[in-house]
T-cell receptor
Framework: KQEVTQIPAALSVPEGENLVLNCSFTDSAIYNLQWFRQDPGKGLTSLLLIQSSQREQTSGRLNASLDKSSGRSTLYIAASQPGDSATYLCAVRPPYNTDKLIFGTGTRLQVFP | EADIYQTPRYLVIGTGKKITLECSQTMGHDKMYWYQQDPGMELHLIHYSYGVNSTEKGDLSSESTVSRIRTEHFPLTLESARPSHTSQYLC??????????????FGPGTRLTVL
């Protein structure tokens, strides 16, 4: 059974720091992996999607990497800002059912001025 | 920005009431999903649909039911709400086409409290 774990569960940093959020999954057979952002009481915003054949994706200050063989993905946030404060979720899609998303519990990030 | 809407955003209701959570999308997506998220916990898929007149149960058993009569609309109904149904319910949608990678777009969620 696929399980997704995110470490750390919570993170508090001063503005301007570069951050790394970690996601690990127990079964390396995945279709793709998606990173989301969730603001308190709100829905999810898709940040980056990495196909299983890709190693990384970039969008602005965000860079996500994927090491499928070791079951890991990292989300790198450069020059963090208070507006980055949110919960960051990673989710994997298994190849046997690409409609399914298996979520981790998230990393709650707070960036203070 | 995704055009997927959920109403109501917040609902506080008494035990035994029938409720319907609305979800609609204007992107012409074929597939739609309902997730349940308890505070501090993972999202779990409870229902999904591949298109009109298609509904499937997800991983997490739920007493709720869904219908898909129109492509853009995917309501979720609880016939008799109980305190154990207190949770956040998130709706999502995606394209059914090659190259979309099933990327899902989420609505803002409905936070349900059953007293």
């Amino acid at each position: 059974k696929q399980e997704v774990t995110q470490i750390p569960a919570a993170l508090s940093v001063p503005e301007g720091e570069n951050l790394v959020l970690n996601c690990s999954f127990t079964d390396s057979a995945i279709y793709n992996l998606q990173w989301f952002r969730q603001d308190p009481g709100k829905g999810l915003t898709s940040l980056l999607l990495i196909q299983s054949s890709q190693r990384e994706q970039t969008s602005g200050r965000l860079n996500a990497s994927l090491d499928k063989s070791s079951g890991r993905s990292t989300l790198y946030i450069a020059a963090s800002q208070p507006g980055d404060s949110a919960t960051y979720l990673c989710a994997v899609r298994p190849p046997y059912n690409t409609d399914k998303l298996i979520f981790g519990t998230g990393t709650r990030l707070q960036v203070f001025p | 920005e995704a055009d997927i809407y959920q109403t109501p955003r917040y609902l506080v209701i008494g035990t035994g009431k029938k409720i319907t959570l609305e979800c609609s999308q204007t992107m012409g997506h074929d597939k739609m999903y309902w997730y349940q998220q308890d505070p501090g916990m993972e999202l779990h898929l409870i229902h999904y649909s591949y298109g009109v007149n298609s509904t499937e149960k997800g991983d997490l058993s739920s007493e709720s039911t869904v219908s898909r009569i129109r492509t853009e609309h995917f309501p979720l109904t609880l016939e008799s709400a109980r305190p154990s149904h207190t949770s956040q319910y998130l709706c999502a949608s995606s394209f059914k086409r090659t190259g979309s990678y099933n990327e899902q777009f989420f609505g803002p969620g409905t936070r349900l409290t059953v007293l």
